[in-house]
């Protein structure tokens, strides 16, 4: 909550630095800067929090993204003193300040006299009634910090839904979406794939047809991008008309594999700038985790061209769709290319996004529902790609 102190005038910041400014009070507090940061992370979607300087008494240029997770703990004096947020909590419990906040000890004693034990009598203590469970003697009492740790847990336990599982078991159109874009069935598409799925098909062989057949993606995603009519004059002074891109592209892979993509986004456009998500599957759960986020501060401006080696259960594509709406990308600016992928994923994204386009080289019948192994498949891209596959 200290993140959320308001920011001062010149008078208030004069009468802090002297040590008479009553940072304890309740009206200290940006408190619908903060409702809006805890509902956003409340419903699993970036925020910016700000970085309060204490030293200075202002809040500094920086601030700390932060995403939403299954567990938000959430501390402060006035942590239940607003209605607004006190509802957004499922449970609320009932601990202070020289290294944490480069404050001298004569400072930190008149704070308190003057302000903090005050404050305490007046707006705090009238809280207690709010929480849901006391705590006296702060981490010292390990017995009521378990009582807590087995509460969230059995909320966890409660709400859990393993993903990927639930996705390939849901009862579901099997058909390819009509909006998704597969690639035309030529000799060409269908010999890379001989080639891409033999699994006797050595490594710089499948890079390069992997490579390949990324860029054909490519072109048929660029070709889904808003165009606009120009008129260019030839060398022979003559005029052709024809079309423009009329925004900027940049495009964003999944790692590992959707990096796989990023050659042939390079050959077709020059000088693109690509972003990276690190989506990694959690080993003890099986569910999509998002490890890394590096992607352009102004990627909303931008028709981004998503990039993953596969779509299964399409666990992994909601998770960075969902990434790239809370960077305030539109929706329909978000073109997601993958070589190979299942109708129950391609479903699965279309009917949660369907604004986003998808483009894929092409689409298998069957998803695993016991191994969630597209077949008959290509295998793991990215070990076959990168050369990490057992016994190598």
């Known amino acids: 909550m200290d993140s959320f102190y308001n920011v001062l005038s010149p008078e208030q910041s004069a009468l802090a630095h002297a040590n008479n400014f009553d940072f304890d009070h309740p009206s200290a507090f940006d408190y619908d800067l903060l409702y809006d940061a805890l509902c956003k992370l409340k419903h699993g979607k970036s925020v910016n929090i700000p970085v309060y300087d204490f030293s200075l008494h202002a809040r500094a240029d920086k601030t700390t993204s932060i995403y939403g997770a299954n567990v938000i703990i959430f501390e402060g004096i006035y942590a239940l003193y607003d209605k607004r947020i006190r509802d957004l909590m499922d449970l609320k419990a009932i601990q202070r300040d020289i290294a944490e906040r480069g404050r001298d000890k004569e400072g930190i004693l008149q704070q308190y006299s003057r302000f903090v034990k005050p404050a305490f009598d007046d707006h705090i203590q009238p809280t207690v009634k709010h929480a849901d469970v006391i705590i006296p003697r702060g981490l010292e ?14 909320q966890l336990n409660e709400r859990r839904m393993h993903l990927r599982w639930d996705l390939a078991n849901t009862p579901i159109d099997n058909e390819v979406p009509p909006d998704v874009v597969v690639l035309p069935t030529t000799n060409q598409i269908k010999g890379m794939h001989t080639i891409l799925r033999d699994r006797t098909t050595s490594r710089d062989e499948f890079i390069f047809y992997a490579e390949r057949l990324s860029t054909l993606i490519v072109e048929a995603a660029l070709n889904l991008l808003p165009f606009k009519e120009t008129t260019v004059t030839t060398p022979i002074g003559a005029q052709y008309k024809g079309t423009a891109f009329t925004e900027k592209i940049c495009g964003v892979s999944i790692l590992r594999a959707g990096g796989t993509m990023e050659t042939g986004l390079r050959r077709v456009c020059n000088d693109v700038a690509i972003g990276k998500l690190l989506i990694q599957t959690d080993p003890s759960t099986g569910e999509p985790q998002l490890h890394y986020c590096k992607i352009p501060s102004d990627v909303k401006d931008y028709q981004v061209v998503l990039m993953d080696a596969t ?20 929706e329909e600016n978000i073109i997601f290319t993958v070589y190979l992928a299942a109708p129950v994923g391609l479903n699965v994204i279309a009917k949660a996004f369907p604004k986003v386009k998808i483009v894929t080289s092409m689409v298998d019948p069957v998803l695993s529902k016991e191994t969630l192994y597209i077949e008959p498949g290509i295998g793991n891209f990215g070990d076959r790609y990168f050369g990490t596959e057992d016994g190598e």
Do not use: E, F, S
């Open 141 to 154: 009492n390990v017995v009521a910090i378990d009582l807590i740790t087995k509460h969230v847990q059995k």
């Open 311 to 330: 779509i299964g259960t399409g666990a992994a594509g909601l998770m960075a769709i969902r990434v790239l709406l809370d960077h305030d990308v539109p």
